[in-house]
């Protein structure tokens, strides 16, 4: 299947500094999804995108999908220890099975 | 909740034993899945299947194949298990067919091939 790229790949932050992770794709997606993994778990659903535009939270998190719906990101203000993990985007088209980014792996320092 | 069940956390096989990973989901789920995590890979998509007796190949199907024989039941096997295919493999249900979906998760089974 055709990846999603996802940036960075790692990103270390000060606690209570901000995080962002991008998902950008070449081809029009008719959703995005974000999963979060712990160190040693396994991937959880966080939110899922549809709309052009569109723009959600959950408390500290941000999601967004892009105008053209190509490209999200997820944003996290003042990041937290229980933040660290990392971060997947995951494309929808169709019927054909999500197709995961790389994943950014998130680490925040004390 | 919905519970998908792994039934193996941690495995040591040897070169060219054959492996069989059991996966069990709760919620009567359609859709199974099987993927592989490597570090810096992501989560690739090895099988799929949207039914019973069903089975769709992944982008990474080569030395794997996977029974399903009931609904609730997916099953990865390794022929020959070989030492590149030491890794996390994570199997996963979804409701039904359609990208929109929600895909849950198993706890992962960690396999090292020695």
């Known amino acids: 299947g055709q990846q999603v790229m996802q940036i960075p790949q790692y990103q270390h932050v000060q606690e209570g500094e901000d995080f962002t992770t991008y998902c950008n794709s070449s081809t029009t997606l008719s959703n995005i999804q974000w999963y979060k993994q712990r160190p040693g778990g396994h991937p959880v659903f966080l939110i899922q995108?549809?709309?052009?535009?569109e723009v959600k939270k959950q408390k500290r998190l941000t999601f967004q999908f892009g105008e053209a719906k190509k490209n999200s990101s997820l944003h996290i203000t003042a990041t937290q220890t229980t933040d660290v993990g990392t971060y997947f985007c995951a494309k929808g088209s169709g019927n054909t099975p999500l197709v995961f980014g790389k994943g950014t792996r998130l680490s925040v320092i004390a | 909740d919905v519970k998908v069940t792994q039934s193996s956390r941690y495995l040591v096989k040897r070169t060219g034993e054959k492996v069989f990973l059991e996966c069990v989901q709760d919620?009567?789920?359609?859709?199974m899945f099987w993927y592989r995590q490597d570090p810096g890979l992501g989560l690739r998509l090895i099988y799929f299947?949207?039914?019973?007796?069903?089975?769709e190949k992944g982008d990474i199907p080569e030395g794997y194949s996977v029974s399903r024989e009931k609904k609730e039941r997916f099953s990865l096997i390794l022929e020959s298990a070989s030492t590149n295919q030491t890794s996390m493999y994570l199997c996963a249900s979804s409701q039904a067919r359609g990208a929109a979906n929600t895909i849950y998760f198993g706890e992962g089974s960690w396999l090292t091939v020695v």
């Open positions: 919620m009567d789920h359609e859709n």
């Open positions: 995108l549809v709309k052009s535009g």
């Open positions: 299947s949207y039914d019973v007796k069903m089975k």
